[in-house]
Structure formats: structure tokens, C-alpha cells
């Protein structure tokens, strides 16, 4: 486990938490002493009103926990707006639905780009859970662009109709609650939460046989045998998310831009401790019973089970790229162009954004986009520069 170095929370916040973790010692109780991993992470995230996206911390930005493209910078809206407006173009009615909104930032830019380049989407959706989320969301736009407004509508769960659009999925995969899993000898069992002495701990649970025979087969596929004591994790709700993101869609196309690895890489042998973070105040940890509530708790993407999952849910897997060639491709440079001028030290700031989100040694390679189509004859922009899929 990694040596924490973090600023202690303040009284309230320790009160705050104590009430999640009361909560979810109570669930403990109740499932005679254990719960799976996902339910642990489900509550501390998502716990109405307790969870760290369901109360009221600041969470995104340099105030906050950590920072998201759209928070680095505007140019990453910018250039996925050009993407963006061509597919608009080629639908009839068609709506933008942003998944977990964030700060706001990302819709609040992608609006004003939309309207620069004269083809505004018929309504742009954010369908966000945390009620708290969507005030911050609301603040943001209200000041970024406030006669924009009036397009977007918050709902906290999927339009009932089916409807022509453009997903965005920003930073959505990672906070998707995960089951993690240990190898004991040749079996694979479950990990979840327990308590010893009113802490909670990780334990073992009962073998499950066809978590068993998933992981059995991911081994087989990957050629990686994975040795006694290896650890990870699995994304077990991505298949019906997904299913439920296509039945929205009559026609459309999908980004899904987060942090993770092709299955062989994401199962190496040489990442036998898994890929879950913690992050708190820029910091980043692998302890996720620390105070629950206060910190965010993460997992990298198996790209190749989100590609298998929507495949099987009636999409096309259109391309595959790193950040970096994706936003390259889409026009990044232009944009950097166009934004510099003679103010000199806001020129290196421009420039170091775009360093920030391209660069394979910071944003760049470690994101990667997936581009995914439904009943819409057109290529999807952004792959051409970059098409990992052979990798998937």
C-alpha cells in the first residue's frame, strides 16, 4: 500500500464521513458480514447525500481532487467540438448527451464552440445523478453561457424515447463501480469488504463459479496466467450500461475518452496489484477505506470489454486512439493558432496546455478515446490520424 501523504480532513468532514461509514457497516451487518468490492465502491460514491459524487465537496479542478481535460483547458471542448459539429450536421434533430457532467466546464465550452461554428444541437441532455453535480453544472453554464441555457436539460436517468445524438462520456467509465477479484491457487474468488475491530478491511468471499470461468477465459484469451495473490479488477455493469446508451439511441455515434489499457495490457502479469486509485487533494492512493466520502475511488478501463459490450449492445466500434492523436487529429493545432496572439506569457500557457493533454508523458497516451456508432453511415471523425483497434 502506498505511504499517504494528505492534508487531514477538517471535523466536519470526519463527521460527514463516520455517517457513510456507519451506513455502510449497517449493509455489512446486514449481508451476514461481507459485501462485494462494487457495493463498497457504490456506496462510498454514489450513498444519496453521503457518497463522494452525492454530497457537496468540491471535487474537480485545483481546489479540488484532481483535474479533468476540461478543467486543463478549453482546448479540449474546442477540438472536439469539430468532430462534434460534423456529426450534427448529419442528423436530423439531433441532441448532445453528456454522461457525468463534472464541473459543467465541458458543456458549458462545447456550447459556445457549437455556436462559433453555427450548428447548435437541438437540446444538449446531462444526465447526472448527484443533485449537487447538477447545480455546480448549472452555475457554470449560467455563467460561461447563460443564453445557451435554455438548451440544456439535466435528467438523472436515460430520455424515455429514443432519439438521434452524440454521446460524451468523459471520465465516466473509471467511476463505474468494479468487483475486484483475487487468484488463490488455481481458483479466482471475490473481493469485498469486511469489518475487524469496526474497521473495514478486504477479504475473500465465496468462489463464485462463473466469475470463476470469466477470468479463466480472459487468462486463455491473453496468454497471461495470472499467478497466485494476483489481484484486479473487473467491470461487471459496463454490458448494461451500455445496452441502455444504444436503446437511447434511434441513430447516433458515441466518444468514450477515459484512462485504460487493451485487455492484455490491462491483465499483464507485471500489473498483479490491479489498477484501483484513490484520489484526494491531487494525490494519488490505493487506500479505499480511508475515509470514505472524502476521496474519489477509481478504476483504469479494459478497453477491450467496453468494445465487446458494445458490439454485443448493436454498435459499431468505429476507432480507437490515444487522447493525444485523437485531439491532433481533430484539429488541435489549428486551434492552438488561433489562440495565440501577443500576449507572450498567455501564449506558453496555451502551448503547455496542449502539452498537457497530448503528451504521452502526461494526458496524451495514458486516455484514450472509443468511438462507437449506431444506424449512421459515416465515419466517425477523430481516427484518422490513429486506429488502435487491431489492439483491442
Known amino acids: ?45 454514489y450513498a444519496p447525500g453521503l457518497g463522494y459524487y452525492s454530497a457537496g465537496l468540491q471535487k474537480f479542478g485545483e481546489q479540488g481532487d484532481f483535474m479533468t481535460a476540461p478543467e486543463i483547458s478549453s482546448l479540449f471542448a474546442f477540438s472536439l467540438a469539430n468532430p462534434v459539429a460534423k456529426l450534427l450536421a448529419e442528423m436530423s434533430q439531433p441532441h448532445v448527451i453528456e454522461f457525468g457532467a463534472g464541473s459543467g466546464r465541458l458543456a458549458a465550452d462545447l456550447l459556445l464552440r457549437l455556436e462559433a461554428l453555427n450548428i447548435l ?15 455546480r453544472q448549472l452555475q457554470m453554464i449560467s455563467q460561461q453561457a447563460p443564453h445557451l441555457l435554455h438548451r440544456v436539460i439535466w435528467l438523472q436517468q436515460l430520455p424515455l424515447q429514443p ?8 471520465e465516466v467509465l473509471d467511476a463505474m463501480p468494479v468487483s475486484r477479484f483475487v487468484k488463490q491457487g488455481d481458483k479466482f474468488f471475490p473481493l469485498g469488504v469486511a469489518l475487524h475491530e469496526n474497521d473495514f478491511v478486504l477479504r475473500s468471499g465465496p468462489f463464485e463459479p462463473v466469475l470463476h470461468q470469466t477470468l479463466q477465459a480472459i487468462e486463455e484469451e491473453t496468454g497471461v496466467v495470472m499467478s497466485h495473490g ?9 454490458q448494461p450500461w451500455l445496452q441502455a446508451v444504444s436503446d437511447m439511441l434511434n441513430q447516433g455515434v458515441a466518444y468514450l475518452i477515459d484512462y485504460g489499457y487493451p485487455r492484455a495490457e490491462y491483465y499483464s502479469a507485471e500489473r498483479s496489484m490491479g489498477t484501483l486509485m484513490c484520489h484526494c ?35 459499431d466500434v468505429q476507432g480507437f486512439a ?11 493545432p489549428a486551434l492552438l493558432q488561433e489562440k495565440t496572439g501577443t500576449d507572450e506569457r498567455r501564449n506558453l500557457q496555451w502551448i503547455q496546455q496542449m ?8 494526458m496524451g497516451e495514458r486516455f484514450k478515446v472509443l468511438g462507437l456508432s449506431k444506424n449512421i453511415n459515416i465515419t466517425m471523425p477523430g481516427f484518422g490520424m490513429q486506429d488502435l483497434r487491431y489492439r483491442l
Open 163 to 170: 432519439l438521434n445524438g452524440i454521446v460524451l462520456a468523459n
Open 322 to 332: 490515444s487522447q493525444g492523436n485523437f485531439l491532433l487529429d481533430c484539429g488541435l
Open 355 to 362: 502539452k498537457t493533454l497530448t503528451l504521452p508523458s502526461e
Open 230 to 238: 494476483y489481484t484486479s479488477e473487473i467491470n461487471l455493469h459496463v
Open 1 to 45: 500500500m502506498m505511504k499517504l501523504d494528505l492534508p487531514q480532513p477538517d471535523a466536519s468532514a470526519v463527521e460527514h464521513s463516520a455517517q457513510l461509514a456507519a451506513l455502510i457497516r449497517n449493509t455489512i451487518a446486514a449481508n451476514s458480514g461481507w459485501i462485494d468490492f462494487s457495493q463498497y465502491m457504490q456506496l462510498a460514491l
Open 281 to 315: 487533494r491531487h494525490r494519488s492512493f490505493d487506500d479505499a477505506m480511508r475515509f470514505p466520502g472524502l476521496q474519489d475511488i477509481t478504476a483504469f478501463v479494459d478497453f477491450t470489454a467496453v468494445a465487446e459490450a458494445a458490439a454485443q449492445a448493436g454498435f
Open 121 to 135: 444541437p437541438e437540446k444538449y441532455l446531462i444526465i447526472e445523478l448527484s443533485a449537487e453535480l447538477q447545480q
